[in-house]
């Protein structure tokens, strides 16, 4: 297997980006990633295997669509609000031919492009102007997240990648990687998005004509310089071009061979036959790249430890409890897995830096050059501490905390040190457990409610994606050949044959007919959607509906 491995001492100190890449955020809602991945494929006129991809601010057009949105933070109990000159406005109606009103239907209706981005309880959040979004109708309404910041006396709005684009540049390198031995279907992905997203031409030519009004560019710019570009693979060509690539920040993966990449793949491109517009597809497609990342993150967990994880789907909306038991169950315990995983990267971590025999004789080591030190700042002092550890990167808040586990017994200040660490990891831990909530909340495939735990379901949008991803422009397909597909692809148990196979009704001995009453309702489930027929012998078939259209 080929690995890459990325520098940890440079980009971070956090063990969860050696198990699954640097880096996913809990910051991000589902939707994100699909917005993060559309403006890097866009960025990177459509290709994948790109060595980087540029950026557009459009950063007047947003202010003319969120004229009156919040803007920055509270400061003294006063919020701040955005406004759009008059002088723009005025210059907008001359230069498009249109009258007052004409504009303020514009701005409502690109206002109401604005994608909703909602907490675990349902409440939207509140976000400042430059960091909203619209619906993707057309690749000229991407645009990247800014941030409002000091320059000098000035504010400008600059680029903000910490946050914004880090779950879509990996999942672009999970594709790249996926089709590095396919190159036809690396080609039809490339083809079927630049489609996808050069849809709604009309509305693209009026933004196109909003943004010339006010002096920018709603096109992205391949011509520009590299400096000027965001660094997404660290290639020789790459840093032959440009000096500065080889100091620059990239997304990383620790495998870049891997089954998944190429099941994502695969996948991506069967749904996108379906060759339906970009409104009705993103539901679909947000569901799925939601899926993917999280099946993703628990593959990688699972081989770690050597266990393979389950989806158990609750297809009967909580009615039945035995159903709805196994489905929590199955939700809990694939966190386990993630914890375990993590534990293990940890006592590995300890093991190969801190090994028992030389800790005590290293400590002493550290506390000796600290002493030695000529820095003034404590933790400058434990420079070389932080180093041995591969912790340089970490908050000084955290690089206190350690150097306070240093006390003068050696074995003490051994025992406190592997537990602070053991902590650290921990908190790590728990926010990557955030992301994977977060990810199968948004996919539509886990629902949970204050004291009620969380338990793994399946939406509509993801079931229809499932249906065309199967399919895969063929008519129809059994009932039961479509169930086994979705456990032997995707380790989904739905009925009896994969609670058996699986061996969950062994261990859980409840009644076969729960398992079956399961099925029923997923076919059900499938029927209402119109995506399955039932005959007078009890025959069910999976069907796909834009086949009869003609649309595949």
Known sequence: METQVADKQFYSNKLSEQIWGHRFTDGQRGVEYVLEFLNVMAGANYKLDATHYYRKKMELFRQFVFEGEKHGAVKKGEPSYLEFSLEEKEKLIKELGIQKNDLE????????????????????????????????????????????????????????????????????????????????????????????????????????????SLNEEAQFDYNQPLRKSVLLQKKQELLEQY?????????????????????????????????????????????????????YMMTQASEYIGEQYKLFIDCMDGTNPHIKRLAQHAFKDNERIVKECFDRHTDK???????????????????????????????????????????????????????NTLVEDNKQAYKLLVQK??????????????????????????ISSRGVQARYTLSDNLLSAFVYILLD???????????????????????????????????????????????????????????????????????????????V
Request: proline share 2%.
């Open 105 to 212: 239907d514009l701005q409502l209706f690109f206002k109401n492009l604005r994608v909703e981005l909602l907490r675990a309880e349902g409440k939207a959040m509140d976000r400042s102007w430059y960091a909203q979004m619209l619906f993707p109708l057309n690749d000229a309404l991407l645009f990247f997240e800014l941030r409002s910041r000091k320059k000098g006396d000035d504010e400008v709005n600059a680029f903000e990648r910490n946050f914004f684009a880090r779950g879509g540049e990996l999942y672009y390198l999970m594709l790249t990687y996926g089709t590095a031995h396919d190159s036809k279907l690396r080609t039809s992905i490339e083809t079927q998005l630049k489609r996808l997203m050069s849809g709604n031409q009309n509305i693209g030519r009026i933004v196109n004509s909003i943004c010339k």
């Open 243 to 295: 000096e500065g690539a080889a100091k620059s920040e990239y997304p990383t993966l620790p495998d870049t061979n891997k089954d998944v990449y190429r099941v994502m793949a695969e996948d991506l491109n069967a749904l996108m036959k379906i060759n339906v517009d970009i409104y009705e597809f993103m539901g679909m497609l947000t569901s799925l790249v939601n899926f993917q990342i999280y099946s």
């Open 349 to 403: 971590h300890l093991e190969t830096l801190l090994p028992a025999n030389d800790a005590e004789t290293k400590i002493m080591e550290w506390k000796e050059a600290a002493k030695n030190s000529q820095a003034t700042l404590t933790v400058e002092k434990y420079k070389q501490f932080f180093k041995d550890l591969k912790y340089s990167k970490l908050h000084d808040a955290s690089k206190q905390e350690l150097i």
């Open 421 to 446: 660490i053991k902590e650290i990891s921990r908190k790590d831990m728990s926010k990557q457990c955030t992301i994977l909530n977060i990810l199968s909340r948004d996919g539509g495939f886990m």
């Open 473 to 551: 422009e063929a008519p129809q397909m059994s009932f039961q050949k479509f169930k086994r597909k979705l456990y032997e692809r995707y380790h989904i148990i739905i009925a009896e044959d994969e609670a058996t196979q699986s061996g969950i009704y062994a261990a859980e001995r409840i009644n076969l007919r729960c398992f079956i009453d399961n099925g029923t309702q997923l076919r059900s489930k499938l029927a209402k959607n119109g995506l399955l027929e039932e005959y007078s012998d009890a025959t069910a078939l999976i069907k796909n509906p834009y086949f009869k259209q003609g649309a």
